[in-house]
């Protein structure tokens, strides 16, 4: 029997399987569903500040237009009790999941101002969450911004998290770093425990007939799960942090592959929106079969074991690697 | 104990009492007394207990007749019942009240008093309803305050139960209804303990039960029906009585003392004034301070109208009085005198000459002279200075009866005299007047402050506000009164402390400083800076500024608003500027109670709503100058009429002055006798409303129409010209060649009429071109107004010169060019982007030169109708719609009516035109008996024979000539269209639409259907769909929206359309045409986005589409004439729902509040929805798949 449990964040896990934030990890009933079916954690979706604002002063704005100007209509809407604007609906899921499931439950935050990123994250510690991922994107438009400032601006804000918070802290970046290595570094500095690699972003699309800008979705695919692989097994190693690899897991290759560079845990996320939270028993058990095959005993055994520190040729995943793909034509 | 103190307007005065002390209550909106019912629904979903602890079951019904029924079956079946209602409502509850009391039934009716239509309709204040009831046999109480409301609420309910008469409890719609006072809340001990349970008992055991079977509500004979209505004398006689020792427990328990006439004034008055409501209020204060000039004078003020107790009226009458005035806020025509007057001078007769009851105070003393008057109608200000000019009538040898206070009849000389100035108000009482901009929030902020005030201060506190008639754009005066006495001032201030103009643009419309008494404050928002804004000021403010001596302060608070995400919400940083200049609270506490206050309005839609209005407040004093006032004038312009000097006469000398709010100036003999007004009345009301309008691009115009067919005020036209008009063409404009097939070798030009935009910016939406190099562009852009105010208003101008299109050379069939004829629905007052009005515009585009509109009571009845100006306009050959509004819920057979007249005219001419064949010809006579009118050309073929028959018949000398000639126009076709909303068409007057529609007469019906009563302010309608919120569907509608249009197909011979012009443009104008070319009835069900659905609206067309690609709104058309040729009659204009219904609903706040609230019930809700739109799609798709048999064809029997 192979030992697939890991630890991530200083928090033991029954085996490397988490799910990412999805609409299925936003209620107890989907998650329950997830935990039912082996998933180790459960990252909820990230509490957006940004959205809480908005959708605060849009629903004021619609709830005036129009009010306290004519005299038989001075409102077009019910006064009813509270809305559940704001982080209280997020926290209470948070809640409720974490009362209604038996793995440890991650919080995450999108932040945006810095006063709002402590006030929530505390929220989030004090609604029960085992961890907090923060969700660090901010997309820098003004070419005034350099990136030093850009990132000593991230820096300061997990900084002030780090300070305020005391359950373990993730940081998920995207992959629009010059230097990675060096900012994970400065975050491993600010005393992250962990870092997830990467995270994925709905990229606008244009509809061509209408001429207008769209938002799109588009669920990964098992080849995006290489630019991750890179980053962690290039940091595996240095940065005394632990990694999760996000984006393109969608079988035990996969996992297995994210376990190697260096990864503790795999998420996935699109992996379940198309196959359904059963897909996480069948990984498993695919995972479980290829290490008995292969006549691993445990998940912490493959751990970084073809990160770039335990590779024959660490070349590989440096510049080479890319001569040796472009000569493969 | 010390008693609660709230400020709290009447209807939330009245709803508190009435909610706590009922188990059932039945509503139906109307104005003003809709808030009552909206209370009681919002507290029963919020789950509120009534004082026995149990949540009070609250209905909606149909009508208010039907909630009249609803009432009269609960009483009956033993609940403690309430309901409340104003006006035309109260007037469909007349037989149901006839009922109830005949049946000796306890409960209260809530009325907040208002104008009964006559000439025209009145949302506004008078007692014409109340006194339309007094021979229904219920109680009338009226208040006179919003304490009073409070308190009599209490008392009707307390006496109903021991009288067993039914109560109507009353109190001046908008004055008492609306006002915002200071009053001490009666606790819910206080109400437990005015309640006898055991009267209760009684009532219950009385009710209808099988459990102890009988019958109530018999049909009689001639032996018995007499006798029996006289079984109710003695619980008349001993209600008076009964409502006294009420009265009497109350004060024990209140501390305040109620009588059922209430006297104020000299014991020893010589001249008394006689009257109830609000208006005593003014004539009681006006009296004490005559009284404190020496005059001998007193005020009686009526509470228990009904039943009249006339040994406590002459009880109250000091003995002294030598001459009475009785006024009345209604008015009876033909009648001997108005209500209460009469009443009056039955007591005085009954209880003084005929000495049936011993009035020793009266012996030996000359019986009083009584005069009668009316005043305040519909709201008319009623003042001190009115008062005084009744007291002063009554000193007189001769004085004037049945004369008229606060106008100026110069046609029958009923009215006094009043000098405007005479103010009585106590220099303590601060007086404060703000105008604002609907849409800049003046009034939430001045509720706010007005409850600051007067809770957190020992200040007593006033608040009143006026609205404009315009949904958009509108103006709003605030009025506010606070100080160390109680204020009994309910009247408009006059002679104002301090003066705020929210909107540096009224001072070019408005007298705003009138009314600033010598060294008042006067606030300005200004755009300009502290050493500039003095030159931008016309001449009569700064005279105003300087001769008075006004503290003047300015700011920016645009800027302020735009620093602070506020957008044009200006509110809070002007009332911050108020409290901080007006001293009312130490700067600090004042702006901790200001964000109090924000937090409270805000807190529940979320924290940055909060900060942002923080904000605000905080910057606020940062931007607030005093200007050092020079001591002249400087200013070379003066205000600009309201009107232009080119309207004519008429417009500048009547609906200019209403337009300058100047109205109350008008003479009786400047008005109409019968409330018609001339048509296209909204030209002449340049309101400058918009921030930016819009431009045409015409390089990238495809000529398609679209942006011209959406406009809701009809400000963006077309046309296609001869290209000599370019020759003359002003400086700047554009044109194109015209892509018009029927129209070869023209021009075409859109232009914007930039004075009468609303800036709702939906043409853009509409528009389908687009730049290639720059996509965010089109062919229609906005563009600020002010730098191209007059470029674009002298184009407009030269624009309406050029000729309309001839209508018989182009075909109407299409969007493109049914867009360039003439709109006769022009700048309604709309609300910005409205869904409705583009649906009438293209009525009037398609028929209007022959259309009769019967219009429900309603928004179109509102934006339509409402003075000062209208929007249904007359073309250059002095055709155009002939329009009308009855009721709200007679619409249907009030159109029908119009049908029946035109046919029975249209009959009549063709029986004689035959006789006149042999000065007219044969020929003539039988052209115009076959004309085919089916199209433009025949129309106007057909218009020509009949002036030929005109100008014949006007030589002939006749009588069947001259009764030929008075009804020859009904020979060319009229279009008959039946408009109004799904309030009237679905509920009030679905019984009429029904009948009329059974009728098989050539009428349409257009059912704008906005899915909620958007009038009177969202109320849920059998229209709302499922899922979605409204108010008295807080918690979202849980039952589907009524199929109207299957319903309605049910007959089979009636045209049924559904339509969406967002989805469909062409769908639209096919189904309008069809419609009206259909020999029989048509029903035309169009969707139409409206402000109540919560979300701007320039992105109605969008909604529109996601409706009908969701399913919730599919489009279609049943023809009957298809039957008849074999054919499906059901033909889906739209395609199979492609999207869920998600996507349409959560861009709308009506769907999107709940799941903010209630997110497991949305979810549930939502899901229905779908599950409903899926049914209903695959029930139409059926239908329309089914196939026909040809009536007409041979016998088809397979047995054969």
Avoid at chain 2, 372 to 398: C, H, I, N
């Amino acid at each position: 029997m192979v030992d697939l449990s890991t630890n991530y964040l200083g928090i033991e896990l029954r085996n490397p399987l988490v799910a990412s934030a999805s609409p299925l990890t936003q209620k107890a009933e989907t998650a329950q569903q997830l935990v039912k079916a082996g998933v180790s954690a459960i990252v909820m979706p990230s509490l957006f500040e940004e959205q809480i604002l908005r959708e605060s002063l849009k629903l004021d704005q619609d709830l005036t237009r129009g009010t306290e100007q004519f005299a038989e209509a001075l409102t077009y809407f019910p006064e009813v009790g509270q809305y559940s604007i704001g982080p209280d609906t997020y926290l209470q899921n948070l809640s409720k999941i974490k009362k209604s499931v038996s793995v440890p439950v991650i919080g995450s935050l999108n932040g945006y101002t810095d006063g709002g990123w402590v006030e929530y994250a505390q929220k989030i510690q004090a609604a029960g969450a085992d961890a907090l991922e923060l969700n660090l994107y901010y997309l820098a438009t003004d070419p005034e911004l350099t990136a030093n400032e850009l990132e000593d601006k991230y820096l300061q804000l997990v900084r002030n998290i780090r300070n305020k918070v005391q359950i373990p802290l993730a940081v998920k970046l995207s992959p629009f770093f010059t230097s990675l290595p060096n900012f994970s570094k400065h975050l491993a500095e600010c005393g992250v425990n962990g870092i997830v690699l990467f995270n994925r972003f709905y990229q606008p699309d244009f509809d061509l007939e209408e001429l207008e800008v769209v938002p799109h979705l588009i669920l990964s695919n098992s080849n995006e799960v290489r630019l991750p692989l890179r980053w962690i097994a290039l940091l595996y190693g240095k940065i005394p942090v632990d990694f999760a690899l996000t984006s393109g897991v969608h079988t035990a290759e996969d996992m297995l592959k994210a376990l190697m560079a260096g990864a503790k845990i795999a998420m996935i996320t699109s992996a379940f929106l198309q196959e359904g939270s059963e897909f996480a028993t069948m990984l498993l058990e695919d995972l479980q079969k290829w290490m008995e095959e292969h006549e691993y005993t445990s998940v912490k055994q493959m751990i970084g074991s073809m990160s770039q520190k335990a590779v024959a040729d660490p070349a590989e995943f440096e510049r080479a690697n890319y001569m040796k793909v472009l000569a493969s034509y | 104990m010390s008693k609660t103190v709230i400020t709290i307007d009447g209807n939330e005065a009245t709803a508190y009492v009435a909610y706590r002390l009922s188990e059932v209550i039945a509503i139906y909106p109307i104005t003003p007394s809709s808030t009552m019912g909206e209370f009681a629904d919002e507290w029963a979903t919020l789950k509120k207990p009534n004082i026995w602890g149990t949540v009070p079951s609250v209905t909606e019904m149909q009508s208010e007749g039907g909630a009249a029924g609803a009432v009269h079956g609960a009483i009956q079946a033993g609940a403690l019942t309430t309901t409340f209602t104003a006006s035309q409502g109260l007037l469909l509850m007349i037989p149901n009240m006839f009922k109830i009391a005949g049946e000796l039934s306890p409960t209260v009716f809530h009325v907040s008093a208002r104008t009964v239509a006559a000439h025209a309709l009145s949302i506004f204040g008078d007692q014409s309803d109340v006194m339309a009831c007094r021979s229904t046999g219920f109680a009338l109480l009226a208040s006179n305050s919003v304490q009073e409301a409070h308190d009599l609420a209490a008392i009707a309910h307390a006496s109903t139960l021991r009288a067993r008469v039914p109560f109507l409890h009353f109190f001046d719609g908008f004055r008492t209804s609306s006002e915002v006072n200071k009053i001490e809340q009666l606790s819910e001990e206080d109400l437990r303990s005015l309640i006898d349970d055991s009267l209760i008992q009684a009532h219950r055991s009385r009710a209808l039960s099988p459990d102890h079977p009988f019958i109530r509500g018999t049909a009689q004979n001639p032996d018995t029906f007499f006798q029996e209505r006289e079984t109710v004398n003695p619980f008349y006689n001993v209600c008076p009585e009964i409502v006294a020792e009420v009265m009497e427990k109350f004060a024990q328990i209140s501390g305040r003392t109620y009588h059922l006439f209430d006297y104020v004034g000299d014991p020893e008055a010589e001249r008394v004034i006689v009257m109830m409501g609000s208006g005593s209020e003014t004539a009681g204060e006006t009296a004490r301070y005559l009284l404190e000039a020496g005059q001998k004078v007193g005020v009686l003020k009526v509470h228990l109208y009904r039943p009249f107790s006339v040994l406590h009226f002459l009880e109250a009458l000091p003995p002294t009085v030598k001459s009475i005035a009785v006024l009345d806020r209604t008015k009876e025509p033909g009648a001997a005198g108005e209500p209460l007057y009469q009443d009056v001078v039955t007591a005085i007769n009954e209880g003084l000459a005929e000495g049936s009851v011993p009035y020793t105070q009266f012996a030996n003393r000359p019986y009083p002279r009584v005069i009668g008057g009316r005043y305040g109608l519909s709201s008319k200000e009623f003042t001190p200075a009115m008062v005084k000019a009744v007291f002063d009538e009554l000193q007189k040898a001769d004085p004037k009866n049945h004369f008229t206070v606060g106008i100026e009849d110069d046609v029958t000389k009923t009215s006094l005299d009043f000098d405007p100035t005479f103010d009585i108000e106590d220099p303590q009482t601060v007086r404060c007047v703000f105008w604002g901009l609907g849409s800049d929030g003046t009034v939430g902020a001045n509720k706010n402050s007005i409850k600051i005030i007067g809770e957190e201060t020992d200040n007593c506190a006033q608040g009143y506000f006026v609205y404009d008639s315009k949904k958009s754009g509108g103006v709003t005066i605030s009025h506010l009164r606070f100080g160390p006495k109680p204020i009994r001032a309910p009247y408009q201030i006059s002679q104002a402390n301090f003066v705020a103009c929210h909107q540096f643009s009224f001072l070019e419309r408005f007298d705003i400083t009138k009314m600033a008494i010598p060294g008042a404050v006067f606030l300005l928002n200004s755009i300009y800076g502290v050493d500039e804004v003095w030159d931008h000021l016309p001449k009569e403010t700064q005279k105003d500024i300087v001769e008075k001596k006004l503290k003047f302060y300015i700011i920016d608070a645009y800027e302020v608003a735009k620093k602070t995400d506020m957008g044009t919400r200006i509110n809070t940083i002007m009332q911050t500027c108020f409290f901080a200049i007006s001293g009312v609270l130490p700067k600090e506490e004042a702006i901790q109670q200001i964000k109090k206050a924000i937090q409270k309005t805000y807190g529940k839609r979320g924290e940055a709503v909060v900060k942002k209005n923080f904000a605000a407040v905080d910057q606020a004093l940062e931007n607030l100058y005093e200007i050092k006032v020079p001591d002249k004038i400087t200013s070379q312009f003066t205000r600009r009429p309201s009107v232009p000097e080119e309207a004519p006469e008429f417009v500048r000398n009547v609906l200019g002055k209403m337009i300058a709010l100047e109205g109350d100036s008008i003479p009786v003999s400047a008005f109409p006798v019968d409330g018609t007004y001339p048509s296209g009345t909204t030209q002449w009301e340049k309101r400058n409303i918009a921030l930016e309008i819009p431009v045409w691009e015409p390089s990238l115009c495809i000529q398609c129409g679209k942006c011209a067919i959406v406009c809701p005020h009809a400000v963006i036209r077309e046309k296609v010209y001869d290209p000599s008009y370019l020759k003359n063409a002003p400086e700047g404009w554009v044109s194109l060649d015209a892509k018009f097939k029927e129209l070869p070798g023209m021009k075409f030009t859109i232009a914007v009429a930039p004075e009468d935009c609303t800036g709702c910016s939906i043409c853009v939406e509409a528009c389908p071109a687009k730049d290639k190099t720059q996509v965010g562009r089109k062919a229609i852009n906005m563009a600020p107004q002010p730098p191209i105010r007059e470029s674009e208003r002298v184009k407009w101008d030269y624009f309406l010169s050029i000729p309309e299109v001839d209508r018989t050379a182009i075909s109407t069939r299409t969007v493109k060019n049914s867009q360039l004829l003439q709109p006769l629905f022009e700048f309604s007052g709309a609300c910005a982007g409205c869904g409705e009005t583009p649906y009438l515009k293209l009525l009037t585009q398609l028929f209007g030169d022959r259309l009769m509109v019967a219009n429900a009571t309603g928004c179109s009845s509102i934006y339509g109708g409402n003075l000062p100006t209208t929007p249904w306009a007359v073309n250059k050959e002095g055709r155009g719609p002939s329009w009308s509004n009855s009721l709200f819920e007679d619409n249907a057979e009030f159109g029908l009516g119009f049908r029946l007249s035109l046919d029975k005219q249209n009959e009549y001419a063709r029986e004689l035109l035959p006789k006149f064949a042999g000065i007219l010809g044969e020929n003539l006579v039988d052209a115009i008996l076959n004309a085919d009118q089916s199209t433009e050309s025949g129309i106007r073929q057909q218009r020509e024979r009949v002036a030929q028959l005109k100008q014949t018949l006007e030589k002939e000398n006749t009588l069947e000539a001259k009764q030929l000639l008075s009804i020859a126009d009904s020979l060319v076709q009229k279009s008959v269209w039946i408009v109004g909303g799904d309030g009237w068409a679905y509920d009030i007057g679905y019984g009429g639409l029904d009948h009329v529609l059974a009728s098989g007469r050539n009428v349409n019906l257009i059912v704008l259907d906005t899915e909620v009563y958007s009038n009177t302010g969202g109320q849920a309608s059998k229209s709302t769909p499922l899922a979605a919120v409204a108010k008295f569907a807080a918690a979202g509608k849980g039952l589907p929206k009524k199929d109207l249009g299957m319903i309605a197909m049910a007959y089979g011979y009636v045209y049924i359309a559904r339509i969406a012009m967002g989805a469909s443009d062409q769908q639209t104008q096919t189904a309008l045409l069809e419609a009206d070319a259909y020999p029989g009835p048509s029903l035309v069900i169009a969707y139409s986005h409206c402000i109540a659905h919560g979300y701007d609206l320039k992105y109605g067309l969008e909604q529109q589409k996601l409706a009908v690609a969701s399913g919730v709104w599919p489009l279609y058309r049943y023809n009957p004439l298809l039957a008849e040729e074999g054919k499906n009659p059901l033909i889906l204009d739209s395609k199979d729902p492609s999207i869920p219904i998600e996507q349409f609903a959560y861009n709308e706040t009506r769907y999107k509040m709940l799941v903010q609230t209630d997110e497991q019930r949305a979810e549930m809700l939502i899901k229905l929805a779908q599950q409903d739109a899926n049914r209903r799609w695959e029930l139409y798709q059926q239908m329309a798949a089914m196939t026909y048999s040809n009536p007409n064809a041979g016998n088809s029997n397979p047995g054969d």
